[in-house]
């Protein structure tokens, strides 16, 4: 493995990207703001995948784009912060993929309702 003048790996991650999504979502709770973009910049790609998994009904809704759809998942998970209970590694996530899942179905349903 190849090595700085520090001896460290030169391939081992930044003090930043250690932070754990537990200890950045208590620094938000706190009022950090970096830390809420932290979060977001780190769940952000995971959730522009989701959209594409969208049936075609939803993610070429002329009234909601697919960033619309991740920018408000962040909004209701942010808001309601209060209510995750973080019991295991990956709640956040799980979190959410409920809150996203939730607003495909609107969506699904409003397009539903919505003539051709």
Not at 26 to 44: F, M, P, S, V, W
Not at 52 to 80: I, M, Y
Request: hydrophobic share 35%; glycine share 2%.
């Amino acid at each position: 493995m190849a090595r700085n003048d520090t001896n460290e790996p030169r391939n081992r991650p930044r003090e930043s990207e250690l932070e754990t999504t537990v200890s950045l979502l208590q620094r938000y709770r706190a009022g950090d703001l970096r830390a809420r973009d932290r979060l977001i910049e780190r769940y952000r790609p995971i959730l522009s995948r989701w959209v594409l998994s969208c049936p075609p009904r939803v993610r070429h809704d002329a009234a909601v784009s697919g960033r619309d759809l991740v920018q408000e998942t962040f909004v209701r998970a942010l808001k309601n912060l209060d209510e995750l209970e973080l019991r295991r590694e990956g709640a956040f996530l799980a979190w959410l993929r409920t809150i996203f899942l939730t607003l495909v179905r609107q969506l699904w349903r409003d397009s539903e309702r919505r003539p051709e």
